[in-house]
Structures are given as C-alpha cells and as structure tokens.
C-alpha cells in the first residue's frame, strides 16, 4: 500500500511540474486565442442566418475547442518528450526511484490537465454564448463536447508514442496523418466496401479496421440538433479511448526503455 | 560500496542500427567515504557509466552494487544522489519547489522534505535563492542547486558529473570546498571529470577511461609517487654555450632573462647549481617539477 502511494505520488508530482510547465508556455495562449476568436467568428457568422442561429454557434464552436485541444495536444505532446531528452531533465528523473513507465504517465496525465483546462474555459464560453442565444444545452450536446477533450487525449496518446521513437516533427506529422485517416475511417470503409471497388482495394478494408476511428468522438448532427444519444454510447466511446490511449502511453514507456537519448 | 564488475554497454546506432561497444569489461570499486575521481576525455564513456551507476540505464553484461544492492533498483536509487553534467532541470520552477519535486519522486513525506529543504539550502550556501525561479540562475547557481537536489534525500552516495564544467576559478573554488565539506560529512563521493588537476586536487582514489576501456585504477597518491622528481632551473649571467654546459639538462630554453632549464632528479640539482655559480653565472629560481595524473596516464 505504501508503495503504491508513493508511486502515486511520484506520478502525480511529474504530472504537476508537466502541468505548471505547459500552462507557462506562451504558445498555449495563442492557441487558446485562436480558439476564441474563432467562437467570436461564430457568433458572427450566426447572425449571417435567420434560424438556427444557435446551431450554428453550437457547430463552429465545437469546430474551435476541437481545432485547440487538438493543436495543443499535438504539438505539445511532441515537443514534451523531445524536450526531456534534449535539456536531459529525464535523466535526473530517472536516476530517482521512479519507472520510465510512471514517467511517461506522468507526462501524459499533466497534458490531459491541460486540455482539461483548456476545453473547460472554451467549453464554458461555449455554452454561455449559446445559451444566450436561446438554445438548448442538453446531455447530447455536452457529451458531444466532453468528447472533444477524448479525442484530444486520444490524439496526445498518439503523439506520446510516436515521439518515444521518432523526432518531435515527424511524430507531429505522422498524428496529423493519424487525425485525417481516423476522421474518415466510415468514408474509407463504404467506398472500400462498395461492390465496383477493385479486389486490390478491397485488400485494404482488413487495414482500415485497424485504424483508429475517430468518428466515434465525433456525433455530428445529432450534437447540432442536440438528439438522443444512441444507448451505451457514452461507455462505448470512453472505452474506446481508453482501449487505445492506455497501450499506447503504456508502449511508449516500454519503448523510452530502450532508447539511449 | 560500490562494486562495478565486467561491465559492457554497446548501442544500437546508424540507420542499420550498428552495433557501437561504448564500455568494455569496466571493472573497479569505489570505497566507502573517499572521494572517487572518475576521469577520461570527452567521449570516454564516462556518462554512459555514470547513467548505468544511477541507475538509469542497466548494462548489457557485469553487474554494478551499491552496498550489495543493482543500482538500477529503487533501493538502490535511494541511496544515490546524482547531478547531472548540465544541470538543466525544470526552469519554471524556483529553487524550492525543485527540491520538493525531487524529494516528492524519492519518495520522501512532506514533512521529511520540508525539514530537509532548508538543511541542504543552507549547506550549498542558496538560502537566499530559494523563491527565485531557476532560468533567472547564474551557471554556479544551477550546480549549487543541482547538488542540494542530489542531497535533498541525504544519500550516502553522491555521483558528480562534471560539477565544475563551466565555472570560473572562484566558482570552481567554490564547488570544490563544497565538495570537500560533504567528503567530511562521512557521504561516498564519485566525482567524474576530464579535468585532471581538478581530480588530483580533491579525490583520494581515481580510475580512468579511455575509449570505453579502463586504463587505471588505484589511489591518487599510487600514481603520483615517484622516486626522483625533476626540478626546474632559471638562470642568467651566461653564454648560451655556457649555460648548456653547465649540467646534462632533460629540457632548456632561453628566455629574455636568461634560460630555463630542467635536470633529472634533485640529486642532479645540487652539482648543477654549484657550476651555474662556479661560472659566475645568477640563480633565478629553482622549482621542483611535482607529478601530476596527466603524466601518470599519458
């Protein structure tokens, strides 16, 4: 039981100093004005209609904590384990009792607070904004954007692994590429699937299943006309994350064990 | 205390992932509260020890104990205080709160680290800097903190790489008497350079390495004892011709005061001296020529 408290506490302090680390970082902040510029541009762009003004808010808002959650957890997530590396602090980390495994969590779980930080104050003004407008927040609708912070975690996940064993800019770019092809995994799927589709193609349908689909995050027009959310959806979804995001800091972990720096 | 024993370390490096054999069968042990001098040029292979010592990576073959103990487990790793060759830790955080940090990944207990945070302050003479964030640090303030963080969990073992790359000469005096100090506090201190007089000024004991391959090992006072030592002797008042004769010199140059000359041994020193006066000539200064590592492992 002590021990474990103690590994606790070592994670915990790494993901603090991870935390405080980030939040000092200028470039955060432009992302975050980004974000609120663009929900500015929203409300803009929803006085260019005369009904549904809300959804309109409602849809480009999502598209802004989406755009900065994912931007943040990307090129941070990049630059974070580099950086380790470079400035050597991961050496004085490791020379304590302490696992490259409860480092690379630790780092993890400092981004995923950041974010966390980041889609609560967009998310916030997000709702204020709509609401204001007269729409409707509902369950549907704040799951729709919980979601995004998900996806952003999902995706620093991805960052994590790929910087265990590559530079900051090549995992940067090969997440991007994980971005794009999980975003159109269900596309790729029905074209693929389609009967006129040659057998070369269609050799390709086993690798699409093994694609990370970030459809799931994404609950399109439901979130806008705020429907009910299909049974299960909520557990599936935060399952799924989980079922990708822990092996893969879990690997990158493994991997940093092997790594010479 | 610490045992190392045959241990190799090779990576994988290249695009064809090559194999490079960093360390070769390093075999030696550092004893219990003595000050270790670990030296070799850049590229010896020293870190890539040092970070198999602490624990942060573990050797391809031999083993390394500390107090009978593999030093890449956690019991290990308690007993073991590391400052890195370039100290660069988390810059956003002030000297307090890094001491913290690091007292928190050893696992001690708030009440263990804030008793012992003003303890190590005061020891590495930065209590006055304990609030101010570390990027605002001068280079000797960053070694005084990277040595309280090493000590803020009062280990036995110290490992000092490089602590004093980059210092001026009262910096580096400064570190040394810190150095010094702990020495004489009872902790085990394994000191790694490439500068040999810093070593020789401060260690008992001293290995070097070079190309991963260890070429000595043994107490500083084995290497440098000698039985005759050179001496060096300036003098004027001569002809070149004159001068040159006046003994059988291993070294001589003029100089714009006369020359400078080097005999053998003192016992040389003696009849050299009495023929520089015999010819009339004037005795500048006499220096004897003490042993230092350079020569030992040259």
Known sequence: MKTFLSSFRSLFAIARVTFEEIILDKILYNFLLFAFLLIGVSYLASQLTFVGQERVIFDLGLSAINLSCGVIAVFQGGAMIAREFERRTVFVVLARPISRLQFIFGKFFGLAAVLLVNWVLLAGTEILLFLSLGGEMNGTRFVAMAFLWAQACFLAAFTFFFASFSTASVSIMLVIGIYLIGNNVESLRQILSRPDTSAIAKSFLPLVGLMPNLGHFNLGFIATYGLELPAGYVWRGTAYALCWIVPLVYASGRILDRREG | ?298
């Not at chain 2, 001491?99 to 928190?104: A, I």
């Not at chain 2, 009872?186 to 190309?211: Q, Y």
């Not at chain 2, 005795?283 to 040259?298: C, G, K, Q, T």
């Open chain 2, 1 to 298: 205390m610490l045992e190392i024993n045959e241990v190799c370390q090779s990576f994988r490096t290249g695009f064809w992932m090559k194999n490079a054999e960093v360390l070769d069968r390093i075999t030696f042990t550092v004893p219990k509260r003595s000050i270790f001098g670990f030296l070799g040029p850049n590229g010896a292979g020293k870190t890539t020890l040092i970070h198999l010592i602490t624990g942060i990576k573990r050797p391809v073959s031999g083993t390394l104990k500390l107090n009978g103990v593999d030093t890449h487990l956690a019991a290990a790793k308690r007993m073991i205080g590391y400052l890195p060759e370039r100290p660069y830790f988390y810059d956003h955080l002030t000297g307090e709160a890094l001491l913290t940090f690091f007292g928190r990944l050893t696992g001690m207990t708030e009440s263990e680290i804030a008793t012992r945070i003003p303890v190590v302050l005061e020891e590495v003479g930065m209590t006055h800097a304990r609030k101010l964030v570390l990027k605002k640090y001068s280079k000797g303030m960053l070694q005084r903190i990277g040595i309280a963080q090493a000590m803020i969990h009062n280990p036995e073992f110290l490992v000092l790489d490089e602590p004093m790359s980059g210092l001026d000469p009262v910096g580096r005096k400064e570190i040394r008497e810190l150095i010094l100090r702990l020495a004489r506090e009872g902790r085990t201190i394994f000191f790694s350079s490439h500068v040999i007089p810093d070593v020789e000024s401060i260690c008992d004991s001293v290995a070097m390495i070079r190309k991963g391959k260890l070429i000595g090992c043994g107490s500083v006072a084995q290497f440098l004892a000698r039985e005759r030592n050179p001496v060096e002797v300036a003098f004027a008042g001569l002809s070149a011709e004159a001068a040159r004769g006046c003994a059988n010199f291993t070294e001589f140059r003029e100089m714009s005061e006369g020359f400078r000359a080097t005999v053998g041994s003192d016992l040389d020193l003696e009849p050299a001296l009495r023929k520089i006066l015999d010819a009339k000539g004037k005795v500048l200064w006499v220096n004897p020529i003490r042993p230092s590592l350079e020569d030992a492992f040259s």
